[in-house]
């Protein structure tokens, strides 16, 4: 073949391979999932735990299993303690703090699910003071009533703006997306008065508590119905699978735990429960 031929040859070759290369469907992206919120949907002690360690986050929370479900790309930003604030202020965990949650937010973010709430009404606070060395009675329940007002319910109330503020946060921020709050998951039965000592809560305090927790989570919904955001419900999902059940059958641990978790917290078991549902309302079905 001359050298000319050669060339024409050539030139006619690079122009079938541009052709081919760009008239090609481009590859699709997927679609971007953000997980947000606290110790709930962080996964504490969970294995494993990936950076930034002082948030205590689990590669298999319930974002990462249902992303895992879906698809999706994720971006975790969840972090134990977190409460309302830190969606848009600094957490300063150690040995790094971790950035405002709502930096992971994009305009074209497709989902959004957060647990939130449960650190603005003092979730860790209530848990000491509820802690008895005696089943008898109803300690906590006094301590927190005290002068015929409910201290707890207070804190709920007060709290509620801060999670509609949360919400609309994250439509602002990404309005295209799914948006859902994941409730919080039953720690006590359903009925009855508990299982001291593995919960060492008083009997007369566990009616109590179970009501401020369906109050926590009623405030969560109300909140969610008022602000355009889906409710994934862990809290009736778990019914059953409380912190008094065996260590194969529960999806929260109690004050000592048997499964790799935080007391007082979802284990493994809890996420993996949780996680199709999460998978639903990401997807929007």
């Not at 319930?62 to 977190?82: E, F, H, I, M, V």
């Not at 999670?163 to 309005?175: D, K, N, T, Y």
């Not at 999902?237 to 048997?258: F, L, N, Q, T, Y």
């Amino acid at each position: 073949m001359s050298s000319l031929r050669q060339r024409r040859a050539l030139v006619v070759a690079t122009a079938l391979t541009l052709i081919l290369v760009f008239s090609a469907p481009a590859a699709a992206l997927a679609d971007e999932y953000v997980g947000l919120g606290d110790s709930y949907a962080a996964g504490p002690l969970i294995p494993a735990q990936v950076p930034p360690l002082g948030c205590l986050k689990s590669n298999n929370n319930y974002a990462n299993l249902a992303a895992r479900q879906t698809g999706y790309s994720l971006t975790d930003a969840s972090c134990s303690g977190a409460e309302t604030e830190d969606m848009t202020q600094t957490q300063n965990v150690s040995p790094r703090p971790n950035p405002p949650q709502f930096d992971s937010l994009r305009a074209d973010t497709d989902a959004v699910t957060v647990t939130i709430g449960g650190n603005d009404i003092g979730f860790s606070e209530i848990l000491d003071r509820c802690t008895s060395t005696t089943p008898q009675g109803s300690p906590c329940k006094d301590y927190y009533t005290r002068d015929g007002g409910d201290e707890i319910s207070d804190r709920i109330a007060a709290t509620a703006p801060k999670v509609a503020a949360v919400l609309q946060g994250i439509h602002s921020r990404s309005p295209a997306a799914r948006v859902a709050v994941v409730n919080y998951a039953a720690i006590f039965p359903e009925t009855g008065t508990g299982c001291y000592p593995q919960m060492p809560v008083a009997r007369g305090d566990v009616p109590y508590l179970r009501e401020k927790q369906k109050e926590l989570n009623g405030m969560l919904a109300a909140q969610a119905a008022a602000n355009g955001t889906a409710v994934v419900d862990w809290y009736t999902a778990s019914i059953g699978h409380d912190a008094c059940k065996p260590p194969v059958v529960r999806w929260v641990e109690p004050m000592v735990p048997v499964n790799a978790a935080a007391p007082v917290h979802p284990n493994l078991g809890g996420m993996a429960g949780v996680a199709p549902l999460v998978a639903g309302a990401v997807r929007g079905d």
